[in-house]
T-cell receptor, first 110, second 116 residues
Framework: GEQVEQRPPHLSVREGDSAIIICTYT??????FSWYKQEAGAGLQLLMS?????DRKEEQGLTVLLNKKDKRLSLNLTAAHPGDSAVYFC?????????FGTGTSLLVDP | GPKVLQIPSHQIIDMGQMVTLNCDPV?????FYWYKQILGQQMEFLVN????????KSKLFKDQFSVERPDGSYFTLKIQPTALEDSAVYFC??????????????FGEGSRLIVV
């Protein structure tokens, strides 16, 4: 089945810096990619989704890059602020099953 | 955005008893899911459900687990009997059936289950 690796597991940045999280996956037929944010004790908040025919997508200070050749998906938070502190998960799916990455705990220091 | 509601948010239960976790998915969504998360770790797929049937389940979906959605009411996860290792947060999700956003899953806030 699909295997998803995510790195780094922990990331600490200063307010205003950028933060980059990377996921790699194994199944080249994967069709849909998403990033979720989970704040402490809360559920998953969908940040952005992209189809496999999209290389780059930007929304509200977030940039998602998809490199299908290398099977790599990244999330770049430009100008991070303390409210971005949370755990971030990538998710990839084929059909209607989602496989999550292992998560990245992001801490943004003011 | 679309909201998935889960009831209860927390439950403590004695080992061996039955528990039912309830999920009110986004209206007009047709695909439903349960995920399990232990201590803020990775989200692990349990099962997905469509048109009254389990479509796919993982090895975590033990024989003691069952799901149903009778007559369009709550989508439920039942564990009978519960075991200590069932302690986790269980997340429900739903997704639309088709279209560009067909594969986007919307998650509830989770039901924290503690088995003692």
């Amino acid at each position: 089945g699909e295997q998803v690796e995510q790195r780094p597991p922990h990331l600490s940045v200063r307010e205003g810096d950028s933060a980059i999280i990377i996921c790699t996956y194994t199944d080249s037929a994967t069709a849909y990619f998403s990033w979720y944010k989970q704040e402490a004790g809360a559920g998953l908040q969908l940040l952005m989704s992209v189809l496999s025919n999209v290389d780059r997508k930007e929304e509200q200070g977030l940039t998602v890059l998809l490199n299908k050749k290398d099977k790599r998906l990244s999330l770049n938070l430009t100008a991070a602020h303390p409210g971005d502190s949370a755990v971030y998960f990538c998710a990839v799916n084929m059909g209607y099953k989602l496989t999550f990455g292992t998560g990245t705990s992001l801490l943004v220091d003011p | 955005g679309p909201k998935v509601l889960q009831i209860p948010s927390h439950q403590i239960i004695d080992m061996g008893q039955m528990v039912t976790l309830n999920c009110d998915p986004v209206s007009n969504h047709l695909y439903f899911y349960w995920y399990k998360q232990i201590l803020g770790q990775q989200m692990e797929f349990l099962v997905n459900f469509y048109n009254g049937k389990v479509m796919e389940k993982s090895k975590l979906f033990k024989d003691q687990f069952s799901v149903e959605r009778p007559d369009g009411s709550y989508f439920t996860l039942k564990i009978q009997p519960t075991a200590l290792e069932d302690s986790a947060v269980y997340f429900c999700a739903s997704s639309p059936s088709t279209g560009h956003s067909g594969n986007t899953l919307y998650f509830g806030e989770g039901s924290r289950l503690i088995v003692v």
